[in-house]
């Protein structure tokens, strides 16, 4: 029998979380942006822009470079990085035994991630993940993005459920302190292959997430053990 807990909602954050897209989308990044006159390293990029919207990104250019993304620069981008997709995204090692078990205990999800509405789907999809993913939130439908609350207060919000009977499962700094501000008890995920890169453990840890983890496959008997870390009895 799966084990019981007092929460109700997973909120899974997608690049790096439920899909192992990072290494993928710097390497696309760092191209485009090149080409674009920005020119930065895998590490940098990763640093700066993980887990936050493209509009962060189109900010930066403006702001620090005085380049103006149109919309050409931007289908280009995309482009590219659809067509890798669909040639190399994988799922994240685990998430399907991890799904399974959230549903034998009765444990709702969704997707709350910075990325487009398209884009998750894409991800998704090529993935083999779409049909367990019928609940679907993206940074666009909100004002503001990580590591603003929004997002997970939307999505919680359409869900019909409390903010403190969340966990968000997040895999970036930006994600952490959005999880943090919003109320919710925060999961940081390392378990990526972008995992890896300097100083993003200690990035992460800087945050003090509730639980920090490598094992997708072990989510649900975090989640049940962190009953016992709110004070709670199962």
């Known amino acids: 029998m799966a084990p019981a807990s007092t929460k109700t909602l997973i ?6 979380v439920l899909v192992d897209s990072e290494p993928i989308s710097i390497q696309v990044m760092v191209a485009a942006m090149a080409q674009g006159g920005m020119v930065m390293d895998e590490e940098e990029v990763h640093r700066r822009f993980l887990g936050r919207s493209l509009s962060t990104v189109i900010d930066a250019a403006r702001d620090e470079y005085g380049l103006d993304i ?15 997709f669909r040639a190399e995204l994988q799922p994240i090692d685990g998430i399907g035994t991890a799904l399974d078990g959230l549903e034998a205990a009765g444990i709702a999800w969704c997707v709350a991630s910075s990325s487009q509405v398209e884009r998750i789907k894409l991800s998704l999809t090529v993935t083999g993940l779409i049909d ?3 609940h679907i939130y993206s940074a666009s439908m909100v004002s503001e993005g990580k590591p603003a609350p929004d997002l997970f207060l939307y999505a919680a919000g359409q869900m019909n459920v409390r903010p403190e009977d969340c966990i968000v499962i997040e895999d970036s700094p930006a994600g952490v302190e959005a999880a943090k501000a919003a109320g919710m008890t925060v999961f940081a995920y390392c ?6 890169l300097p100083s993003y453990r200690a990035a ?18 975090l989640v049940a053990k962190s009953d016992d870390r709110d004070g709670n009895t199962a």
């Open 70 to 84: 149109d919309a050409a620069f931007l289908d280009a981008l995309r482009r590219s990085l659809y067509a890798r």
């Open 11 to 16: 909120i899974f954050d997608c690049d790096g």
């Open 191 to 196: 378990g990526g292959s972008h995992a890896s």
């Open 204 to 221: 992460l840890a800087s945050l003090q997430p509730d639980v920090t983890f490598d094992a997708m496959a072990d989510l649900l008997h």
């Open 132 to 134: 367990r993913f019928p």
